[in-house]
């Protein structure tokens, strides 16, 4: 659905040339919720306003629905922009127009007149569950309000891609929940693409099918979630499930066990203690559901050396788990393998 | 010297004071009117044809939107930076050229439209500044050529700073109205002139500092509650100062 290929963005030129993204390629399949993350200054906003060139690319192509927006002409690029609907961190809504007003606008725009823009304008309100506050101005409106009329706005038109810029940044904890399960919502209603960058990883957790991790502008790993948590040394899969800082453990092994799918379920521990009669000690655990279904990481210690306890990593590996052996003992596993 | 106590006084003072009300509201009205039709889009192409405006390249030339905005700030400045009374006077000829004559509240009209403009164009320049460049950004999302742009979001959502930079305008055509008083423009500054200072009543200029005084007032009044109207920043609870209140 959305394609970009190599793309490269400087800012200025000369010596005082900033670049903001290198050679970035993602692939968005249709109806999907795929997440950019990164810290701020990694590029992401320059990323996705590339999509629908509010940021126009120094280098490569985008393409969205089939059209390959760095070719068109700037009025078939504004048509072009009709499908791609777009919230923003700061809402950016007008505040000399009630919610409906700002609604219309989008519908404006595209020319949709009186009545039926206002008739649709209602329907899209009512959709985000704001249809009691369609006469307020945007200065009566709380974050989440404000937010759940830029995704109107963006719905209007009948976009079939949303773009989402930290729509949830400068929102509380709660409110953030609920724009995503909206944002979840009309992904699957709407059947919408949707493409959101975020610095927080629980958005990622939250509502994302795919997710690609940005920084300094270079893409570092993309892929669905499930794929990515069974990849080993996956940044994002550590991010996803943080376990803190790893204790010394002289003489013992350290692994740590990802879990994704059907594995999760299993008694995997109690079963390890038991065939080889070891005293496993947890050392941390992070489990989270990820597209309906328990995923995680576990920490284990072991007693004795990654030599001494190759029949036991060998056995997790062969049930399909994935096992990184953490620290100093790594190189013993690489020399042995 | 006019005498106070001479019983054809009042009713003399309120005829010329009605008549010079008139010619002034009447220079004032139509010189407003062509400042806004003129300046209004003047400032939204001064500020559309800066480095990443939105007519930053007209006709999809860079270089054209630059030369049209280096040429309209130095007419900007040169209209600002001229004394009113220098460019009324330098303005006769033009004035002759448009109007046929240069003596009366018509001929005085071409001046005052000429000092406004720029003025009014500066004041348009800072409002459309104001406005957040994130707007401008959804609404090109939302597909807007660059006209809807100007039309519904830039000029709406500074409509009220706008109104507020309109009133300060006019409160200075007023001023510089009372100017083209003393070289037969007519209007209260005639009335002040003629009567005020080259006949000695003091009732007289009492009089049209207190008639100039009130329209200023009402038209600051209007002006200001016009910008509270169309201001929808929510004033206690917002973030976002006030509406600030011109001079």
């Known amino acids: ?337 | 010297m006019i005498d106070p106590t001479d019983p054809g006084f009042w009713p003399g003072l309120f005829q010329v004071l009605l008549v010079g009300t008139g010619e002034t509201l009447y220079m004032v009205g139509v010189a407003l009117l062509l400042t806004v039709l003129i300046g209004l889009p003047l400032g939204i192409v001064l500020v559309g044809t800066e480095r990443g405006g939105l007519f930053e390249a007209p006709f999809g030339s860079i270089w054209f939107g630059h030369i049209v905005n280096r040429v309209l700030e130095f007419i900007v400045n040169l209209g600002r930076s001229v004394p009113f009374i220098i460019l009324m006077v330098a303005l006769i000829p033009f004035t002759r050229l448009v109007v046929g004559t240069f003596i009366g509240s018509t001929a005085a009209i071409v001046p005052l439209t000429i000092v406004a403009i720029p003025f009014f164009a500066r004041m348009v320049e800072i409002a459309i500044k104001e406005v957040d460049a994130g707007l401008i950004e959804a609404a090109e999302s939302l597909g807007a050529t660059r006209w809807q742009i100007v039309a519904k979001v830039l000029v709406p959502e500074s409509l009220s700073t706008l109104i507020l930079g309109l009133s300060t305008t006019v409160t200075s055509i007023i001023n510089f109205s009372a100017m083209v008083g003393t070289v037969a423009g007519g209007g209260l500054g005639s009335v002040a002139v003629l009567y005020g200072y080259q006949r000695y009543s003091t009732i007289h200029m009492v009089a049209v500092i207190i008639l100039i005084f009130v329209i200023v007032m009402i038209l600051q009044g209007l002006a200001t509650g016009l910008a509270r109207r169309f201001s929808h920043r929510g004033r206690p609870a917002g973030t976002r100062a006030s509406v600030p209140t011109a001079i």
Do not use: W
Request: include cysteine.
């Open chain 1, 1 to 337: 659905m959305i394609s970009v290929k190599h793309v490269s963005k400087t800012f200025g030129s000369g010596a005082s040339a900033t670049t903001a993204l290198h050679d970035v390629s993602l692939e968005v399949a249709r109806g999907e919720i795929f997440g950019v993350i990164g810290q701020s200054g990694a590029g992401k906003s320059t990323l996705i306003r590339a999509i629908n060139l509010l940021e126009r690319p120094s280098a490569g192509t985008v393409t969205v629905d089939g059209d390959e927006l760095t070719q068109l002409s700037p009025d078939r690029l504004r048509l072009a922009r009709r499908k791609i609907g777009m919230v923003f961190q700061h809402f950016n809504l007008l505040a000399g127009r009630t919610a409906q007003g700002n609604v219309e606008l989008g519908l404006e725009i595209i020319g949709v007149g009186g009545a039926d823009r206002r008739r649709r304008s209602l329907e899209i309100l009512d959709l985000v569950g704001l249809a009691d506050k369609a006469g307020a101005y945007p200065a009566e409106l709380s974050g989440g309000q404000k937010q759940r009329v830029g995704i109107a706005r963006a719905l209007a038109g009948n976009p079939k891609i949303l773009l989402s810029d930290e729509a949830t940044s400068a929102l509380d904890p709660e409110t953030t929940r609920s724009i995503l399960d909206l944002v979840k919502t009309i992904n699957v209603q709407l059947g919408l693409t949707v493409l959101l960058i975020t610095h927080e990883m629980d958005v990622v957790k939250r509502v994302c099918d795919s997710a690609a991790m940005l920084e300094n502008g270079r893409i570092l790993e993309q892929g669905s979630i499930v794929s990515l948590i069974s990849t080993p040394g996956s940044r994002l899969a550590h991010e996803l499930f943080p376990l803190g800082a790893v204790p010394p453990h002289a003489g013992n092994t350290v692994i740590e066990i990802t879990f994704s799918g059907g594995s999760a379920d299993r008694p995997v521990i109690a079963q390890l203690a038991r065939n080889y009669g070891l005293d496993v000690s947890i050392l941390g655990a992070a489990v989270e559901t990820i597209g309906g279904k328990q995923a995680g990481r576990t920490r284990l210690e072991l007693p004795g050396s990654p030599v001494a306890n190759a029949a036991p990593i060998n056995d997790l590996r062969g049930q399909g788990l994935l096992v990184e052996i953490v620290g100093a003992a790594a190189q013993v596993e690489e020399a042995r393998a």
